[in-house]
């Protein structure tokens, strides 16, 4: 039986540990590149919108998650016209699912008076406008957005006209309300 050599083993079991040590210090800079960095978890957490400003008829767009969000504070006379249009819409009752169950209602939103949307084009994605009034894009209009590239045409709930080349609604995002004034977009209350 031949003898151990302890110099030969310690130098082996010292080789190891370096080695790990080199493979754990190679990895962890690879591992960190595959998390997102501080600005983009910032970009995907929610935002809180000051409503206190906004009048009657006023829309405002705000940035999350790259896109723009659309906030419209909706007089009562522009709520209760939206039952009236049911027969010129591609998806009335909000069937496609692009939007949280607290919006699948007649205004899409969680009360009626402030609408919350995603402000791209369900189409090609382009960026419609808000034209509120009455006859803007032609006799018939009765208000909403418009998106002039393709011509989609979408109501004051963000329900498409049948006709037009977007295919569903504009999407709602996760939202609530912390109180009367406050608006935060991104996550769901657990109350509603």
């Given at each position: 039986m031949s003898e151990i050599d302890l110099k030969k083993r310690r130098l082996l079991q010292?080789?190891?540990?370096?080695?790990a040590a080199g493979i754990v210090g190679g990895a962890t800079p690879f591992i960190s590149s595959l998390t997102p960095n501080r600005s983009a978890r910032l970009q995907g957490?929610?935002?809180?919108?000051?409503?206190?400003?906004?009048?009657?008829g006023d829309q405002r767009t705000i940035m999350w998650r790259g896109k723009p969000i659309w906030v419209v504070k909706r007089p009562a006379s522009v709520v209760s016209s939206l039952t009236g249009l049911d027969r010129l819409l591609s998806d009335p009752e909000s069937k496609v699912e692009q939007q949280p169950s607290y919006a699948q209602n007649l205004h899409r939103s969680i009360r009626p008076d402030y609408l919350v949307l995603i402000g791209i084009c369900t189409h090609l994605g382009c960026s419609p406008t808000y034209r509120p009034e009455k006859?803007?894009?032609?006799?018939?209009?009765?208000?909403?957005?418009?998106?002039s590239c393709h011509g989609s045409k979408f109501d004051m709930a963000g329900r498409v006209f049948s006709g037009v080349p977007a295919p569903t609604n504009?999407?709602?995002p996760p939202h609530h309300f912390l109180d009367d004034n406050t608006l935060v977009v991104g996550s769901e209350s657990s109350s509603e």
């Open positions: 010292l080789a190891g540990v370096w080695g957490m929610p935002i809180e919108v000051d409503l206190s400003t906004m009048k009657v006859g803007s894009i032609d006799p018939e209009w009765p208000g909403g957005f418009f998106c504009l999407e709602v």
